[in-house]
């Protein structure tokens, strides 16, 4: 069976934690100070144990780096959100701002109109 070709305009990457999200691109590149509102989508470098408060607010998380067991898939399976990992320059790709839908099963991420 042939794996179903993403839509097209879909940034790809890794499925890390299934599930799908609709929400608010917020690009981050440090998590000091940063801020992310209820359900916002949370698009980093890479994250590590400063990062994790952040999840707690996320409704999915997309990063460049990383695998099915880096510290962000394992995280966001454990806190139930979805999550994209290995998305080549998603910190340029995406903008904050823009809406986007985050499948974590299919390891897309769909820019909405």
């Known amino acids: 069976m042939m794996a179903k070709s ?3 305009g879909a ?3 890794t499925p890390a934690s299934a599930g799908t999200a609709t929400g608010r691109v917020r690009v981050i590149l440090d998590p ?3 801020h992310l509102e209820p359900g ?3 698009v ?3 994250t590590d144990p400063g990062w994790t408060p952040l999840f707690l607010t996320a409704g999915a998380l997309v990063m ?3 695998g099915v067991i880096s510290h962000g898939a394992v995280v966001a399976r454990e806190y139930g959100i979805p999550a994209v990992v290995g998305v080549p320059d998603a910190t340029t790709r ?3 701002g823009q809406t986007v839908t ?3 099963a299919a390891g897309t991420i769909r820019v909405e109109p």
């Open 40 to 42: 916002d989508i949370l």
């Open 64 to 66: 460049e780096m990383g």
């Open 32 to 34: 000091v100070g940063a």
């Open 6 to 8: 993403p839509a097209s």
């Open 94 to 96: 995406l903008r904050t």
């Open 102 to 104: 985050v499948d974590g």
């Open 44 to 46: 980093a470098p890479s």
């Open 11 to 13: 940034v790809t990457g």
